[in-house]
């Protein structure tokens, strides 16, 4: 079984740009979230879709991020435009139902900023 | 506000010897602990589920135990290898879905 799947694994952008990154999560997993780190912070919660539904979204630092889940598969996340505190990893997560509660996380796009 | 603090930051052992990680919580009104391992530049790896309910969790060489009432948890890793090599975080679940990382701790098993 695919494990889930982030692309791109890097990015490299200039501030002002639009970057859109993208998220496959296991098939069948309901539940897809977005987290981040930034350069020597925790990791941090985004937000949370339940099939094609945002169901938290109370950790998107402001409107200039944006996501989507069309037709409760793939998730996409969109900063735009870009800056430079934007950088870090983004990581998302998948899990099947909330009773089964694991989620497992994908490999992470590395975004950098200039 | 839940926080979650994991020490020590940085460790290195030789290979061979048994260890211990903690993470501690500031509110103990937790749904579950689930610690994870992440190696560089890769994703992280689910190590361990604990219920709020449970006290403990094992897999291989590895314990994972839960005391909610201090806001502790311990992950002990028996006969360390350099394979072990890694960060290890902790994150803990509240009522919601999300989950709330510690910084981790990084580990080294040098032979």
């Known amino acids: 079984e695919a494990g889930v799947t982030q692309f791109p694994s890097h990015s490299v952008i200039e501030k002002g740009q639009t970057v859109t990154l993208r998220c496959d999560p296991i098939?069948?997993?309901?539940?897809l979230y977005w987290y981040r780190r930034v350069m020597g912070k925790e990791i941090k919660f985004l937000l949370h879709f339940v099939k094609e539904s945002k169901q938290d979204e109370s950790g998107m630092p402001n409107n200039r991020f944006l996501a989507e889940r069309t037709g409760g598969t793939y998730s996409t996340l969109k900063v735009q435009p870009a800056e430079l505190e934007d950088s870090g990893v983004y990581f998302c997560a998948s899990s099947q139902n909330r009773a089964q509660e694991t989620q497992y996380f994908g490999p992470g796009t590395r975004l950098l900023v200039l | 506000k839940q926080e979650v603090t994991q020490i020590p930051a940085a460790l290195s052992v030789p290979e061979g010897e048994n260890l211990v990680l903690n993470c501690s919580f500031t509110d103990s009104a937790i749904y579950n602990l689930q610690w994870f391992r992440q190696d560089p530049g890769k994703g992280l790896t689910s190590l361990l589920l604990i219920q709020s309910s449970q006290r403990e969790q094992t897999s291989g060489r590895l314990n994972a135990s839960l005391d909610k009432s201090s806001g502790r948890s311990t992950l002990y890793i028996a006969a360390s290898q350099p394979g072990d090599s890694a960060t290890y975080l902790c994150a803990v679940r509240r009522g919601t879905d999300k989950l709330i990382f510690g910084t981790g701790t990084r580990l080294q098993v040098f032979p």
């Open positions: 098939s069948g997993h309901d539940n």
